[in-house]
Nanobody, 118 residues
Framework: QVQLMESGGGLVQAGGSLTLSCAASGSILSINVMGWYRQAPEKQRELVAAITSGGSADYANSVKGRFTISRDNAKNTVYLQMNNLKPEDTAVYYC????????????WGQGTQVTVSS
């Protein structure tokens, strides 16, 4: 088990950019897949990006071409670069480790709030 701490959220205007960080309390070297989720008010949490230990990334259609996920195993940190932000990207963003079925395996952190104004 690792504890995950998200940071980097904030208030940004539409079209702006933010970079989120997810710091793990232990090594993520052995974790094959790490993912970023988001949860908007009154909506279910959704997976927006995932990255394997080999660097292969996958994205939800709603963020493809705008978001980039990356990981630094040496720093036990996963990043989410978000460009051309839209008001519909407003949500609390969380990270987690995923199993082979893309099911989260760790407890949830507190998340980081991203608010995009129009």
């Amino acid at each position: 088990q690792v504890q995950l701490m998200e940071s980097g959220g904030g208030l940004v205007q539409a079209g702006g950019s933010l970079t989120l960080s997810c710091a793990a309390s232990g090594s993520i070297l052995s974790i094959n897949v790490m993912g970023w989720y988001r949860q908007a008010p009154e909506k279910q949490r959704e997976l927006v990006a995932a990255i394997t230990s080999g660097g292969s990334a996958d994205y939800a259609n709603s963020v493809k071409g705008r978001f980039t996920i990356s990981r630094d195993n040496a720093k036990n940190t996963v990043y989410l670069q978000m460009n051309n932000l839209k008001p519909e990207d407003t949500a609390v963003y969380y990270c987690n480790a995923l199993n082979r079925y893309y099911v989260p395996t760790q407890g949830w952190g507190q998340g980081t709030q991203v608010t995009v104004s129009s």
